[in-house]
T-cell receptor, first 115, second 112 residues
Framework: GAGVSQSPSNKVTEKGKDVELRCDPI?????LYWYRQSLGQGLEFLIY????????KSGLPSDRFSAERTGGSVSTLTIQRTQQEDSAVYLC?????????????FGSGTRLTVV | AQTVTQSQPEMSVQEAETVTLSCTYD???????LFWYKQPPSRQMILVIR??????QNATENRFSVNFQKAAKSFSLKISDSQLGDAAMYFC?????????FGGGTRLMVKP
């Protein structure tokens, strides 16, 4: 597609429920990233996928968080047993890694609210 | 680990005036890239300008320019002729390899 697409745009869930956030990257981009942005804060790295390589999960805050990327394209970030501190905007980005000159292209994010 | 620091949580500028946003970073790499992103209320991160570390010439994109001081590890953004549409959060970011590391952001307000 022309840009990075994320769904849903907004999600309200009850504490303890599981949620799935979806990211559809730019076609042909081999790298995909998830970031978390808490209210008024900067971006916190969560996880990175590059082609068929094992993902870099070093930013996941707990084992309640997991992500997968199917067929080198669409990615799903899953948060199990959601907590109120999980409330944030979750941003997905994709990148062509041929050259580091190119930054990331971001989606518009999913605003998650845990009540 | 690389760190990116934006020391100005908020900045304000009068419309049509010039404002400079500060950014410093820490790295042991010699080959890297620096970026400024704009995030309006729509949440979309928009790439404003980028700089390759090996280039001494400062990048310029229309009203946006940078002052890249490699030895000082400083990368400031200058916005000339500020417009109301420039009001947003601005993030400085550093990339070496595949990882993009962000600063904490500066909220820019533009006064009419």
């Amino acid at each position: 597609g022309a840009g990075v697409s994320q769904s849903p745009s907004n999600k309200v869930t009850e504490k303890g429920k599981d949620v799935e956030l979806r990211c559809d990257p730019i076609s042909g981009h081999t790298a995909l990233y998830w970031y978390r942005q808490s209210l008024g804060q900067g971006l916190e790295f969560l996880i990175y996928f590059q082609g068929n390589s094992a993902p870099d999960k070093s930013g996941l805050p707990s084992d309640r968080f997991s992500a997968e990327r199917t067929g080198g394209s669409v990615s799903t970030l899953t948060i199990q047993r959601t907590q109120q501190e999980d409330s944030a905007v979750y941003l997905c980005a994709s990148s062509s890694t041929n050259r580091g000159y190119y930054g990331y292209t971001f989606g518009s994010g999913t605003r998650l609210t845990v009540v | 680990a690389q760190t990116v620091t934006q020391s100005q949580p908020e900045m304000s500028v009068q419309e049509a005036e010039t404002v400079t946003l500060s950014c410093t970073y820490d790295t042991s790499e010699s080959d890297y890239y620096l970026f400024w992103y704009k995030q309006p209320p729509s949440r979309q991160m928009i790439l404003v300008i980028r700089q390759e570390a090996y280039k001494q010439q400062n990048a310029t994109e229309n009203r946006f320019s940078v002052n890249f001081q490699k030895a000082a590890k400083s990368f400031s953004l200058k916005i000339s002729d500020s417009q109301l549409g420039d009001a947003a959060m601005y993030f400085c970011a550093y990339r070496a390899g595949n990882m993009l590391t962000f600063g904490g952001g500066t909220r820019l307000m533009v006064k009419p």
